[in-house]
């Protein structure tokens, strides 16, 4: 009887390595599916700089290399990506489509971020702008914010809070 036991715990090793094999296989082809897809989207982002990130979606890329996009979510979350402009999160890549509060365009980040640096530019000095303030001022203007995003683009830019700014007169 002893040898049984032996031999079907190893037979069950076996099988579950070469079920580890091929699932670490399929996450590879995912992997590699969805960054070609990010790369391909992106190519004038990687060609001409910040200015030319295109609004993107997991949708996007879940819809072109057909699958859930609940998968492309979870594979690009902790992954970098090595480019020619250096090193990024794959979700840095994501978080560029904003809709329009109102018909459903989607306005490319840098309009956006340049919209919130005017803002900005332009605001008191003594009574600086919260980066709520600014997403209801955008979602008068027709684009829909959230206040976090508000604040990630003010950071990108490098524009202190508006706490820092009012420090600052």
């Given at each position: 009887g002893?040898?049984?036991?032996?031999?079907?715990?190893?037979?069950?090793?076996?099988?579950?390595?070469?079920?580890?094999?091929?699932a670490?296989?399929?996450?590879?082809?995912?992997?590699?599916?969805?960054?070609?897809?990010?790369?391909?989207r992106?190519?004038?982002?990687?060609?001409?700089?910040?200015?030319?990130?295109?609004p993107?979606?997991?949708?996007?890329?879940?819809?072109?290399i057909?699958?859930?996009?609940?998968?492309?979510?979870?594979?690009?979350t902790?992954l970098?990506?090595?480019?020619?402009?250096?090193?990024?999160?794959?979700?840095?890549?994501?978080s560029?489509?904003?809709?329009?509060?109102?018909?459903?365009?989607?306005?490319a980040?840098?309009?956006?971020?340049?919209?919130?640096?005017?803002?900005?530019?332009?605001e008191?000095s003594?009574?600086?702008?919260s980066?709520?303030?600014?997403a209801i001022?955008?979602?008068?203007?027709g684009?829909d914010?959230?206040?976090?995003?508000?604040?990630?683009?003010?950071?990108?830019m490098?524009?202190?809070s508006?706490?820092q700014?009012r420090?600052?007169?």
């Amino acid at each position: 009887g002893r040898n049984n036991k032996i031999d079907g715990y190893a037979s069950q090793a076996i099988s579950s390595a070469r079920w580890l094999k091929r699932a670490l296989e399929q996450r590879n082809i995912t992997t590699l599916k969805i960054a070609a897809e990010i790369i391909k989207r992106q190519s004038s982002f990687l060609e001409k700089g910040m200015d030319y990130l295109q609004p993107l979606s997991l949708k996007d890329i879940a819809t072109a290399i057909k699958m859930h996009e609940s998968t492309v979510s979870r594979v690009t979350t902790g992954l970098t990506i090595e480019t020619p402009r250096g090193c990024f999160a794959m979700k840095y890549f994501f978080s560029v489509s904003l809709n329009s509060a109102e018909n459903g365009e989607t306005h490319a980040a840098t309009a956006v971020r340049e919209a919130i640096k005017k803002l900005i530019s332009e605001e008191p000095s003594k009574k600086p702008l919260s980066d709520e303030a600014i997403a209801i001022i955008m979602k008068k203007d027709g684009i829909d914010l959230a206040r976090r995003t508000v604040a990630k683009y003010r950071e990108i830019m490098k524009i202190p809070s508006s706490a820092q700014r009012r420090r600052q007169t």
